[in-house]
């Protein structure tokens, strides 16, 4: 049986979408801290997923 499993690294500049385009995807968001919300901006690494019927993909939020 093959693997499934997709895992999707998102790096880039400050303020181009990463961690919208997870939250669209999953409802994740991965910015936790009190300072990420009053910034605006992500200052940790998050993880989380999204499970579809044959497939996990995993994502990995980079700041």
């Known amino acids: 049986m093959p ?3 997709i895992l999707v690294g998102l790096a880039g500049h400050i303020d181009h979408g ?4 997870i939250k669209a ?6 910015d ?13 690494i998050s993880f ?6 044959n497939r996990n993909i995993a ?3 980079v700041p």
């Open 59 to 61: 994502f990995i939020d």
């Open 32 to 44: 936790e801290r009190e300072e990420e919300k009053q910034r605006g901006i992500t200052l940790d």
């Open 18 to 21: 990463k961690t919208s385009f």
């Open 48 to 53: 989380s997923n999204l499970k579809l019927p």
């Open 3 to 5: 693997n499934n499993d």
């Open 25 to 30: 995807l999953n409802g994740f968001d991965g």
